[in-house]
T-cell receptor
Framework: GQSLEQPSEVTAVEGAIVQINCTYQ??????LSWYQQHDGGAPTFLSY????GLEETGRFSSFLSRSDSYGYLLLQELQMKDSASYFC???????????FGTGTRLKVLA | DVKVTQSSRYLVKRTGEKVFLECVQD?????MFWYRQDPGLGLRLIYF???????EKGDIPEGYSVSREKKERFSLILESASTNQTSMYLC?????????????FGDGTRLSIL
């Protein structure tokens, strides 16, 4: 079956850099997306990697390596407001179906 | 900004009841999705619709059905609610089929089945 695995929890301090990994087992997909969800809130879109390599959007960067079945989200200059859950997701090739990762809860400490 | 509105933020129902969760989007999006979110399991797709009156099963469709009579509205139906359907339900919409189009989520409905 298709699955995306993430660490359940990551802790870091304000100002630090943190990497959230996403390893996947899927037969084919269109790109890798990342979503952020604060407690009690709706998931919101952060980034999308269609191709292998690094995509940068402000303090956030996302990376994809299809050959390694691996991606990550990199958060720099961490702020308290970055404390949230982060989900990777792929769209199954040939359908409109999306598969989400298990989610990583990021705690940013002062 | 895209607005996805779910009819209830919190809902409490009894076992065996028929439950309707409503979702409306205001941006003429073609694709709509229903997920349930449980701790440690992430978001799991229940059903999705890629156009009016069209629907496809997701990963966990058992015990659920959907309806999409109008483009802006996607309803999730629990035919006979059971306690294992207690969960957070999230609706999402997406503009079209381009792979870089993001999903836009509603705030969720926290459903408790007693």
């Amino acid at each position: 079956g298709q699955s995306l695995e993430q660490p359940s929890e990551v802790t870091a301090v304000e100002g630090a850099i943190v990497q959230i990994n996403c390893t996947y087992q899927t037969s084919g997909f269109y790109g890798l997306s990342w979503y952020q969800q604060h407690d009690g809130g709706a998931p919101t879109f952060l980034s999308y990697n269609a191709l292998d390599g690094l995509e940068e959007t402000g303090r956030f960067s996302s990376f994809l390596s299809r050959s390694d079945s691996y991606g990550y989200l990199l958060l720099q200059e961490l702020q308290m407001k970055d404390s949230a859950s982060y989900f990777c997701a792929v769209r199954d090739r040939g359908t409109y179906k999306y598969i989400f990762g298990t989610g990583t809860r990021l705690k940013v400490l002062a | 900004d895209v607005k996805v509105t779910q009819s209830s933020r919190y809902l409490v129902k009894r076992t065996g009841e028929k439950v309707f969760l409503e979702c409306v989007q205001d941006m003429d999006h073609e694709n709509m999705f229903w997920y349930r979110q449980d701790p440690g399991l992430g978001l799991r797709l229940i059903y999705f619709s890629y156009d009016v009156k069209m629907k496809e099963k997701g990963d966990i469709p058992e015990g659920y059905s959907v309806s999409r009579e109008k483009k802006e509205r996607f309803s999730l139906i629990l035919e006979s609610a059971s306690t294992n359907q207690t969960s957070m339900y999230l609706c999402a919409s997406r503009l079209g089929t381009a792979s870089n189009q993001p999903q836009h989520f509603g705030d969720g409905t926290r459903l408790s089945i007693l």
